[in-house]
T-cell receptor, first 112, second 115 residues
Framework: DQQVKQNSPSLSVQEGRISILNCDYT??????FLWYKKYPAEGPTFLIS?????DKNEDGRFTVFLNKSAKHLSLHIVPSQPGDSAVYFC???????????FGSGTRLSIRP | DTGVSQDPRHKITKRGQNVTFRCDPI?????LYWYRQTLGQGPEFLTY????????KSRLLSDRFSAERPKGSFSTLEIQRTEQGDSAMYLC?????????????FGPGTRLTVT
């Protein structure tokens, strides 16, 4: 059972425009939602989080939005830069748990 | 470099052989996690240590898998009698005692190929 779903395996965006990555989840008991970024030959790196009691968190060019009624979150990157080309994993942390549950990832390509 | 390190980076083995992977955490990170990632999927949780205590194991961790963290520092993951389905990237991650558990620092992974 996939509790965190990323339905778009890939996304291509022009440099300078907004990138929007989407994620859906099925479990209402998640405490935090996360985005991790992964470059080839490296492990994932933490990017940004949002508590389940918030609906928006912003960090520089990155903003995460949480819509609890729709069980949906999204990551906005604006403006998109070439270095943003990577695989982005949506993830969630259940309450009182240590393990992160990851989605299958979206490969973002920023084209010039 | 003071990040999480994993050894080896690549391992090719024949079906039925045993393999062992090592993870060295960031200094003073007391929490350590193992994940497995297959092609086209995100990392899947395998097991979690707090210091030397193994506190959680996934049902993915069959009897052929064992993990240890004997002194609360480095950890090993052993797979016995490997099967082709064990081919995957094995990722180690650590997090500090004082941090939020969701901010985990990943190593580069060990890619296992079982032939």
């Amino acid at each position: 059972d996939q509790q965190v779903k990323q339905n778009s395996p890939s996304l291509s965006v022009q440099e300078g425009r907004i990138s929007i990555l989407n994620c859906d989840y099925t479990n209402s008991m998640f405490d935090y939602f996360l985005w991790y970024k992964k470059y080839p030959a490296e492990g994932p790196t933490f990017l940004i989080s949002i508590s389940s009691i918030k609906d928006k968190n912003e960090d520089g060019r990155f903003t995460v939005f949480l819509n609890k009624s729709a069980k949906h979150l999204s990551l906005h990157i604006v403006p998109s830069q070439p270095g943003d080309s990577a695989v982005y994993f949506c993830a969630a942390l259940p309450a009182s748990a240590s393990k992160i549950i990851f989605g299958s990832g979206t490969r973002l390509s920023i084209r010039p | 470099d003071t990040g999480v390190s994993q050894d080896p980076r690549h391992k090719i083995t024949k079906r039925g052989q045993n393999v062992t992977f090592r993870c060295d955490p960031i200094s003073e990170h007391n929490r350590l996690y193992w994940y497995r990632q297959t092609l086209g999927q995100g990392p899947e949780f395998l097991t979690y240590f707090q210091n030397e205590a193994q506190l959680e194991k996934s049902r993915l961790l069959s009897d052929r898998f064992s993990a240890e963290r004997p002194k609360g520092s480095f950890s090993t993951l052993e797979i016995q009698r490997t099967e082709q389905g064990d081919s995957a990237m094995y990722l180690c991650a650590t997090s500090p005692r004082s941090g939020k558990g969701y901010e985990q620092y990943f190593g580069p992974g060990t890619r296992l190929t079982v032939t």
